[in-house]
């Protein structure tokens, strides 16, 4: 592969190479993203699963409701991806496990309907209720 975006977990053991730009990058504000991370955002960028390979120990994956399924270190912990039946050609990247997190500009918020009442977002992005494909976008507003 060339053109590859590393990352790696917190302690190295899992590392993992991603060609190319992303599809997309968006910010999560789901109840399950947050308690998946320990964050109240997940900010993922989205791959074709042909184009990430995983390196070293291998991923641990957890299923954290049908058809979802989290990949995370089994030593450090660190979340690091997110597959599901719903998108089966992809693998979503969690964009602080990379090397360069900086490189990877949000497009969108999704779930914005879940954002802590406290967190007040002010990128103007667009904010959906779920996903663009699925959702609703919701009005510009200056909090969140």
């Known amino acids: 592969m060339t053109d ?4 790696r977990c917190l ?10 730009k992303p599809d997309w990058v968006a910010i999560c504000h789901c109840e399950s993203c947050r308690r998946a991370t320990g964050g109240f955002v997940a900010a993922v960028a989205g791959y074709p699963r042909e184009r990430v390979q995983f390196e070293g120990e291998p991923r641990q994956i957890y299923q954290s409701s049908p ?5 995370f270190c ?11 039946e719903r998108w089966p050609g992809d693998v979503h990247l969690h964009v602080a496990a990379f090397e360069s997190p900086e490189d990877f500009q949000p497009q969108v918020h999704v779930f914005a309907t879940e ?8 990128d103007g ?3 959906f209720r779920t996903f663009p494909s699925e959702g609703t976008l919701l009005p510009p507003t200056s909090e969140t």
């Open 115 to 122: 954002c802590v009442n406290w967190l007040k977002i002010r």
């Open 4 to 7: 590859i975006r590393r990352g």
């Open 125 to 127: 992005l667009p904010r």
């Open 67 to 71: 058809g979802v399924h989290r990949g």
């Open 11 to 20: 302690c190295g053991a899992v590392r993992f190479g991603a060609q190319g």
């Open 74 to 84: 089994a030593k450090c912990g660190s979340s690091l991806s997110y597959e599901g």
